[in-house]
């Protein structure tokens, strides 16, 4: 073998005493020969690979083609790893690395161990579990007070009390209609009486059977605040005729005083009074507007309703008082004029609310107030609020 040809270490010539065959050492010495030269070559090509793309930061074998020029480098001298490379039989093999695996030895818990530890674990497991059910019940008891607190208060709204079932407030519903609506109260006058009015008091002075025809404002003073809460303000303008025997300051004290009484419609009807002048009734800023009126004024005043100069009425947002009646009082309230005048008023204005007539509930019960009871009380007992005692 010659000597200029670089083999593995591994690889050694044969035993000189050897004789090769004539025919196939030629042959094998060729391959070799080439096998040799074809490796050198090939790890001369990689190893300038390596370095050209090394130093300029490209990946291995794209340094010439980004340069756009073939490889002209001279081949490199075999390395290291190149040797440690063998040849046999024209096939190149690498030595496999060894890779040593180190594996940690951890005993195993032993019966009693594992025991402990599930008696150590437990305690925790049950305080979530019962933190959990404290949870769910406290949810559960605060959606349960929530949901019976409205349901009660559905039922204390919506239950309907002794007094509002009575025959009473029969028209309750229809009245809140109407007056959401925004339509006229329905004009209203008590029957005639079966028997003439009484005469004027021994002593007194002739009740007027007309005025002047004039009708003067005539200031009311303040109206009690209501004792609840007011749904609406009904602005309230009070009127007398001049010339019908009546005194139009006291006239006036008793109408405020009958609008502000805690026994009104004020906390009847949840209703709030409250007295304009003279300058709003021009303007047009008024809701209801009381006259004290002479009998011919006030059958005037309430056409087309019959009055006959008898008795009061209810029309075209006016509540028209008689000075008859107003001097005079009727037989059920005999010897309690003060109490039917306040009757009047609270009648007359209970039209003006939306309420209409009603029956008597039995002898000897409270009258009520929408009860026709200049006609006659039916077995009832006098009352003059809307509020029943």
């Given at each position: 073998?010659?000597?200029?040809?670089d083999?593995p270490?591994?690889?050694?010539?044969?035993?000189?005493s050897?004789a090769p065959?004539e025919?196939?050492?030629?042959t094998?010495?060729?391959?070799?020969?080439?096998?040799s030269e074809?490796?050198r070559?090939?790890?001369a090509?990689?190893?300038?690979?390596h370095?050209?793309?090394?130093?300029?930061?490209?990946a291995p074998?794209?340094?010439?083609?980004?340069?756009?020029?073939p490889?002209?480098?001279?081949?490199?001298?075999?390395?290291?790893a190149?040797?440690r490379?063998?040849?046999?039989?024209?096939?190149r093999r690498?030595?496999p690395e060894?890779?040593e695996?180190?594996?940690?030895m951890v005993?195993?818990e032993?019966?009693g161990?594992?025991?402990r530890?599930?008696?150590?674990?437990?305690?925790?497991?049950g305080?979530?579990?019962r933190a959990s059910?404290?949870?769910?019940?406290r949810?559960?008891g605060?959606?349960?007070?929530g949901?019976?607190?409205?349901?009660a208060?559905a039922l204390?709204t919506?239950w309907?009390?002794?007094?509002?079932s009575?025959?009473?407030?029969?028209t309750a519903?229809?009245?809140?209609?109407v007056a959401?609506?925004?339509?006229?109260?329905v004009?209203?006058?008590?029957?005639l009486?079966?028997s003439?009015?009484?005469?004027?008091p021994?002593?007194?002075?002739?009740?007027p059977?007309?005025?002047?025809g004039?009708r003067v404002?005539?200031a009311?003073?303040?109206i009690?605040?209501?004792?609840?809460?007011?749904?609406r303000?009904i602005?309230v303008?009070?009127?007398?005729?001049?010339?019908s025997?009546?005194?139009?300051?006291e006239?006036?004290?008793?109408?405020?005083?009958?609008?502000?009484?805690a026994?009104?419609?004020?906390t009847?009807?949840?209703v709030?009074?409250?007295?304009?002048?003279?300058?709003a009734?021009?303007?047009?800023d008024?809701?209801?507007t009381?006259?004290?009126?002479s009998?011919?004024?006030?059958?005037?005043?309430?056409k087309?309703l019959?009055t006959?100069g008898?008795?009061?009425?209810?029309?075209l947002?006016?509540v028209?008082?008689n000075?008859?009646?107003?001097t005079?009082?009727?037989?059920?309230?005999?010897g309690?004029l003060?109490?039917?005048r306040?009757?009047m008023v609270?009648?007359?204005?209970?039209h003006?609310l939306?309420?209409?007539?009603v029956?008597?509930?039995g002898a000897g019960?409270?009258?009520?107030i929408?009860?026709?009871?200049s006609?006659?009380?039916?077995?009832c007992?006098p009352?003059?609020w809307?509020?029943?005692p």
């Amino acid at each position: 073998m010659p000597d200029d040809i670089d083999l593995p270490d591994w690889v050694s010539e044969p035993p000189a005493s050897a004789a090769p065959h004539e025919d196939s050492a030629p042959t094998r010495r060729a391959d070799l020969r080439r096998a040799s030269e074809e490796q050198r070559r090939s790890a001369a090509r990689r190893a300038a690979r390596h370095d050209s793309s090394r130093h300029d930061g490209r990946a291995p074998g794209r340094a010439e083609q980004h340069q756009g020029r073939p490889d002209h480098q001279e081949p490199a001298p075999p390395t290291r790893a190149d040797r440690r490379r063998t040849v046999h039989d024209g096939v190149r093999r690498t030595a496999p690395e060894r890779r040593e695996t180190h594996i940690e030895m951890v005993p195993g818990e032993t019966v009693g161990e594992t025991r402990r530890g599930a008696r150590r674990g437990a305690p925790a497991q049950g305080r979530r579990r019962r933190a959990s059910t404290r949870t769910i019940a406290r949810r559960r008891g605060v959606a349960a007070l929530g949901v019976s607190s409205v349901v009660a208060l559905a039922l204390w709204t919506l239950w309907p009390s002794e007094e509002s079932s009575s025959p009473a407030r029969q028209t309750a519903d229809l009245t809140a209609s109407v007056a959401r609506s925004g339509s006229d109260p329905v004009p209203a006058a008590e029957e005639l009486p079966p028997s003439p009015p009484p005469a004027a008091p021994s002593g007194g002075t002739p009740v007027p059977k007309a005025g002047s025809g004039k009708r003067v404002p005539v200031a009311l003073p303040g109206i009690a605040a209501p004792t609840v809460n007011p749904n609406r303000t009904i602005r309230v303008a009070f009127e007398v005729e001049e010339g019908s025997g009546v005194d139009p300051q006291e006239a006036a004290t008793i109408v405020s005083q009958t609008l502000g009484d805690a026994r009104g419609w004020q906390t009847k009807d949840r209703v709030r009074f409250r007295a304009v002048d003279a300058d709003a009734v021009s303007r047009g800023d008024v809701d209801i507007t009381i006259v004290l009126a002479s009998p011919t004024m006030t059958d005037e005043l309430c056409k087309p309703l019959r009055t006959n100069g008898q008795v009061s009425c209810f029309n075209l947002r006016r509540v028209v008082l008689n000075t008859a009646r107003w001097t005079l009082g009727v037989a059920g309230y005999e010897g309690a004029l003060p109490a039917y005048r306040q009757y009047m008023v609270n009648h007359e204005i209970g039209h003006g609310l939306y309420h209409g007539h009603v029956e008597c509930t039995g002898a000897g019960d409270v009258a009520p107030i929408m009860l026709q009871q200049s006609k006659g009380l039916d077995g009832c007992r006098p009352n003059a609020w809307p509020t029943l005692p």
